[in-house]
Structures are given as C-alpha cells and as structure tokens.
C-alpha cells in the first residue's frame, strides 16, 4: 500500500473531529444499552448500535438524547437499495422540497470495520462524495438502512475479479441469502443493525416517490432508547 502523508490542514481537521466526539462520549454516560427504536407510521424499527464503531455510537446516542432526530423524515428511499433519514431540515418540509444537505456543522471519521458490512438491515451514515470528502467522513446526523437484493454467489465472484474485493465466507453467505449492497462496503461506516422491524423496511422502500426519491406521502419518525 502506498504510505499517506496528512497535512498539517488534514491533521487539525482529524483532531477537531475527535474533539467533537470526544464531547459526544462524555455525554452518554447514562445510557449503557445499544438498543435504540425507531417509530414509523408503517410500524416499529429496533436497532442495535454496534461497540466496534465507538465514535457513530456515541454520536447516535447523543443524536436520541437531545430529540435531534424526532420530526425528521425518511426523506430518500429507493426500493431494492436503502431507506435514508436524519436530515434536520426534513422537519415540517414542504411537499415536493428536495431534502438531503441538512445536518449538524460537524462531521464523524470514518470507522470502517471488515466485519461490518452491507447486509440487508444494517444502520450506517450517510455523507457527501469523494469529490469533496476524501476522508470519507460521515454526516453528524443522517444515516440509511439498507434494504438490498439477494445477489447468488456466482455474481459475487464476478464482482470479485471485476472490481479487486475479496468477500469473506460470511459476506458470501448473508448476501446470498438475506441480501444487501455489496459495493457500499468500505465506502460507507456501518455502525448498527436492525435486529426487528425488517418488514417496516419493505414497507417504506416500496411507497411510491417524487424524481428525488423523496416519498410522495411524509414518513416522519421518533427515535428513542429501549433497554432490550
């Protein structure tokens, strides 16, 4: 690999990221769970937070604490891919507004772990292109759940020698099986999973939508913590 040489710019830009979620960290001292609900019109969505992604956890949390989320709509779905929510500015949105630039004046490094992938049902944070984010930083505050497809182990093997990916036993057996997007792996930070609700999720990805993938019809939620 070849070795990374960060600016001074790059290297103040990472330590202020990790002051921001060093605040985020001391503030969640009271919630020792993972388990976090999200309440839709189309049902309930249980999420757990994975450990393995300390600084998006925590983050998250404090994100439930102060009612960030509550309001906010699950304002860009695409059926067979991922439902995405999180954007402040959704709340009470016109009808027909493009949605999507909205969030808190902070980023999250990435945490890309190889364990965690884009298996249907996973939580990971949405953020903005290579172009201008290089350093893969996720958004302070939106974030999609992956719906996906079932892709047969033929087509992963392909994807393989196509695009220099190695795809692990269990990677092959969940995308085989319980689907997901493969090709989001190493690019995005997944950093928790639905562990019910999975069916509210083909429910929202299936309504119908505007030209920007917002729903025609508003799915607000709320999001709080539960103790399993």
């Known amino acids: 690999m070849k070795k990374i040489f960060l600016s001074i710019l790059t ?3 990472l330590c202020q990221a990790c002051k921001v ?3 985020t960290l001391k503030s969640t001292d009271k919630h020792h769970g993972n388990i976090v609900l999200i309440n839709t019109k189309f049902g309930e969505i249980k999420l757990k937070l994975y450990d393995e992604t300390p600084l998006h956890k925590a983050n998250f949390i404090k994100l439930v604490e102060n009612h960030y989320l509550d309001s906010t709509l699950f304002h860009r779905v695409i059926n067979h891919f991922m439902i995405q ?3 402040p500015d959704s709340k009470h949105a016109p009808a027909g507004v493009m949605l999507g630039n909205g969030g808190p004046a902070y980023t999250i490094p990435a945490e890309f772990v190889p364990s965690l992938f884009h298996k249907k049902g ?3 944070a949405a953020r903005e292109g290579d172009n201008v984010n290089p350093a893969k930083a996720s958004s302070g505050s939106q974030f999609y759940i992956v719906q996906g497809t079932v892709i047969p182990i033929e087509q992963l093997n392909a994807m393989e020698k196509r695009g220099g990916k190695t795809y692990s036993e269990e990677q092959k057996k ?3 099986t319980i689907g997901g997007t493969p090709h989001l792996d190493g690019s995005y ?3 928790g999973e639905v562990i019910s609700g999975l069916e509210v999720i083909d429910k929202i990805a299936a309504v ?3 030209p920007n993938n917002r729903p025609l019809e508003d799915i607000p939620m709320t999001v709080t913590f539960v103790d399993k």
Do not use: C, E, N, P
Request: hydrophobic share 50%; aromatic share 14%; charged share 25%.
């Open 85 to 87: 929510g999180g954007d």
């Open 21 to 23: 979620a060093d605040k």
């Open 174 to 176: 969940m995308y085989s």
């Open 122 to 124: 996973v939580l990971a």
């Open 11 to 13: 290297i103040l830009f």
């Open 208 to 210: 119908k939508t505007d």
């Open 189 to 191: 930070t997944v950093f």
